[in-house]
């Protein structure tokens, strides 16, 4: 795995952290940003609509509005009290209440199915607690839908040996260090706080069965944005569509939640016919294009931004 830093003054672990990044956004964006992003469509398949569905980590609750204005139903939990009131004022029908997802205010066995989208690899000490806590509250049989940074094979060639800095020029911005378990560590430069870990696959894989998860499946997303971690396809981006990142760095937490950012490499004047054929490829990731959809898959095995788990709580055995 990969432990990532990055220069801020508060980690990522702390509610502080992500309270100042939402300040930024506005919540109808980041809804209307749902409808283009490559998960978009497996999680409706996957998500129960009948069925209660925690969306634990929800933050300013933009995934849980979308689902609910589709008639699912949702529960948002957060630790950040004030990206709860924004959710409360914007959808008061969505139930959200404050409380860590490595103690969830609620009882065990009460939902059918738990989304923990980008969340568990924030926890510097590792993500146990927190997957216990899934297994605790999901019923027999629910489904746990956890999403974190794929330590994928274009990100294992960008960043090898044991560390590398990456500077602004004489100012250490973010740094990337192998390690072979989760712990607190002192940060390679000073200035720099712990953000996130980028797991391999086997690695998420061997913490969600010591949690007591049956592991389904797993997939890559987010080729599109892996790809703009190369200094050359940022370039591209800027050609094709205008900047999204006033820096480079900006990609790992500055990136605007709108739909107008969520294509970075999707020239907006191409002709109707074309821009709906490139958005089904490479922003929504659908496989099923001919051809396409095989190099699709290809590419989501080597630079995927982003991995899906889905798994299952085993049901009572008789």
């Known amino acids: 795995m990969l432990k990532m830093y990055l220069a801020r003054e508060r980690g990522g672990g702390e509610a502080a952290f992500w309270e100042a990044g939402w300040a930024l956004q506005a919540l109808e964006d980041m809804v209307a940003s749902y409808a283009l992003h490559p998960l978009c469509a497996p999680l409706a398949r996957l998500v129960p609509r009948r069925d209660w569905v925690l969306d634990g980590g929800c933050g300013l609750g933009a995934l849980a509005v979308y689902l609910a204005r589709r008639g699912y139903r949702v529960i948002g939990v957060d630790f950040a009290l004030g990206a709860l009131r924004v959710l409360r004022a914007a959808a ?97 430069e000073p200035g720099l706080r712990f953000f996130q870990y980028l797991y391999h696959r086997q690695e998420l894989r061997g913490w969600l069965q010591a949690a007591g998860f049956q592991v389904l499946w797993d997939r890559g997303y987010g080729v599109q944005w892996a790809l703009m971690e190369l200094p050359a396809v940022q370039a591209l981006g800027r050609r094709l569509r205008g900047p999204i990142l006033e820096a480079a760095i900006d990609y790992w937490d500055r990136v605007p939640q709108a739909p107008w950012a969520q294509e970075p490499l999707l ?52």
């Open 92 to 188: 008061p029908g969505v139930p959200a209440c404050a409380g860590r997802v490595d103690a969830l205010p609620l009882a065990a066995g009460s939902v059918a199915a738990y989304y923990s989208g980008g969340v568990i690899e924030h926890f510097e000490e590792g993500p146990a607690a927190a997957l216990r806590e899934a297994h605790r509250v999901l019923q027999p049989g629910g489904l746990f839908l956890v999403v974190v940074p794929d330590l994928s094979p274009l990100r294992q060639w960008l960043y090898p040996g044991s560390r590398q800095v990456l500077c602004d020029g004489a100012r250490p911005v973010a740094a990337f260090e192998r390690v072979a378990a989760p712990g607190r560590t002192p940060a390679p």
């Open 267 to 318: 020239p907006p004047r191409l002709p109707g016919p074309a821009a709906r054929l490139l958005r089904r490829w490479l922003t929504l990731e659908d496989d099923r294009l001919l051809l396409l959809g095989g190099a699709l898959r290809l590419w989501q095995q080597v630079a995927s931004n982003l991995r899906l788990y889905v798994c299952q709580r085993p049901a009572w055995r008789a």
